[in-house]
């Protein structure tokens, strides 16, 4: 559930268009994978990706609008339905204490339930002084 209109958070709305390497810091071996290869790799089949060094294994660009539409066509091929422009507000739960649902805001109303939840906010901060 995400309260922008579409996948990719900073990298998409605030056009972070330079990715770090996948390798470790003396490029020796590569320490990331996973859906950020995944990803990379459709978006060099589109040509959406420029290399810094012709060995791949420094820091990268990338189009952010090409990214935009390669995350939106990830979650369709999987058959995620994506809660765009929604708040998550409270867990609802059984008489249990279970998480039976979430209660959440968006232009269609209040309230979802369901067997998974999944929450893919990523969420940081930085502590100065």
Known sequence: MKKQ????GVAISGLVNIWHSL?????????IAGLTLKVIDRLAKRDSVNYSQE???SYFTLNTQELKI????LILEE????YLRT????PYMDEDGNLAGVIVDNKSGRGIKGRYFIEATFFF?????
């Open 5 to 8: 209109n579409s996948f990719g």
């Open 125 to 129: 901060s930085l502590k100065f002084g």
């Open 55 to 57: 060995d791949k294994k």
């Open 70 to 73: 390669e995350l939106d066509e």
């Open 23 to 31: 390798y470790d810091t003396e490029k020796q071996q590569q320490i």
């Open 87 to 90: 708040l998550f507000s409270e």
């Open 79 to 82: 058959a995620i339905i994506p």
